[in-house]
T-cell receptor, first 114, second 113 residues
């Protein structure tokens, strides 16, 4: 059972465009929603994260929108650049009091063209 | 060295070989993880160690054997693997009871012939 569904699988946008990646979750116990960015040959790197007590979080050109009632969250990349071309993963976890256990989406391969 | 390091970066092994993957974190964390990343599949959590004790084992076949001798080092011992075990194996670390931020290493690309 996949608990975090991510779409689209791949995305191509032009430089300056605003790619949007969507994720939906099922487990209402999730209370932490990070996004990871992965370049070829590298491990995933934490990009931005949100908790369900806020509906939006911005860090630089990256914004997370969170809809608790719909159990959905999305990543928006403003003024996208070719250097943003990477695979993006959403994830979710609940604080069980022990080491955090992240459940990942399947990833979105983003290509930003000139 | 900073962050999370993994060695080797690439490994090719036969089905009868025994090899080990090594992970070291330089972040002062006390929880470490092994993940398997295969094409078109979500990252699969394999093992979790918290304060050097294994707290998670996600039905991983016994041909994978983890070892965590201290909070900075994590090993994954491999033996009699199958071709379908070929994947990128990622190590991560975090601070237990912290903000759930996991920091990943670059991974070991494993090919089983």
């Amino acid at each position: 059972q996949q608990q975090v569904k991510q779409s689209p699988q791949s995305l191509i946008v032009q430089k300056g465009g605003i790619p949007i990646i969507n994720c939906a979750y099922e487990n209402t116990a999730f209370d932490y929603f990070p996004w990871y960015q992965q370049f070829p040959g590298k491990g995933p790197a934490l990009l931005i994260a949100i908790r369900p007590d806020v509906s939006e979080k911005k860090e630089g050109r990256f914004t997370i929108s969170f809809n608790k009632s719909a159990k959905q969250f999305s990543l928006h990349i403003m003024d996208s650049q070719p250097g943003d071309s990477a695979t993006y993963f959403c994830a979710a976890s609940s604080n069980t009091g022990t080491a955090s256990k992240l459940t990942f989406g399947t990833g979105t391969r983003l290509q930003v063209t000139l | 060295e900073t962050g999370v390091t993994q060695t080797p970066r690439h490994l090719v092994m036969g089905m009868t070989n025994k090899k080990s993957l090594k992970c070291e974190q330089h972040l002062g964390h006390n929880a470490m993880y092994w993940y398997k990343q295969s094409a078109k599949k979500p990252l699969e959590l394999m093992f979790v160690y918290s304060l050097e004790e294994r707290v998670e084992n996600n039905s991983v076949p016994s041909r994978f054997s983890p070892e965590c001798p201290n909070s900075s080092h994590l090993f994954l011992h491999l033996h009699t693997l199958q071709p379908e075990d070929s994947a990128l194996y990622l190590c991560a670390s975090s601070q237990e009871l912290g903000p759930n931020e996991q920091f990943f290493g670059p991974g070991t690309r494993l090919t089983v012939l």
